[in-house]
């Protein structure tokens, strides 16, 4: 007696349209390589938001930058930056001020403790960036960051350093 064939692909949803299938994979991408990246952030108390605002204050450091450029620039959209600065402030990574000529702006710098933080994590997340994507030719993800430029471009904000 014979085993009936199984088509791997009969229990998979079938998807409304195109864009639907290609959103829903950019989305498990999404979290497949989250995965690492909590891992790897998770070792160093930080969220992935907060290393990109350290990134971006290693960036302009000196000088520091405001408060509202800082969101602006952060890859994600964030409603609540005063509570993400809040955290890194407490731990010493960032110091804030506010400008003697308008008080109501507040500029952030990162402080040394921030900047051997990101020294200390650098070679990690290099290891972590090759572990997620390192698999792909370096042709293949300039293509790829063609085509999520194009994906995500009418959706931007053209004030925005991302587009």
Known sequence: MSTPSINPTE??????????????HLWR????LKVVEDELFGRYDLSAQQYNALRLLEAASPEGTRTMELGRQLISRMPDTTRMLDRLEKRGLIK?????????????????????????????????HDLQLGHLSPQQQKQLIKLLKLARGPHEDHQCDWL
Do not use: C, H, K, W
């Open 11 to 24: 229990n998979l949803p079938s998807f409304d349209s195109t864009e639907q299938e290609v959103y829903l």
């Open 29 to 32: 991408t999404y979290d497949r």
């Open 96 to 128: 804030r001020r506010r400008l003697i000529d308008n008080r109501r702006v507040v500029e952030v710098v990162i402080t040394v403790a921030g900047r051997n933080l990101l020294q200390e994590m650098s070679q990690s997340v290099v290891a972590m």
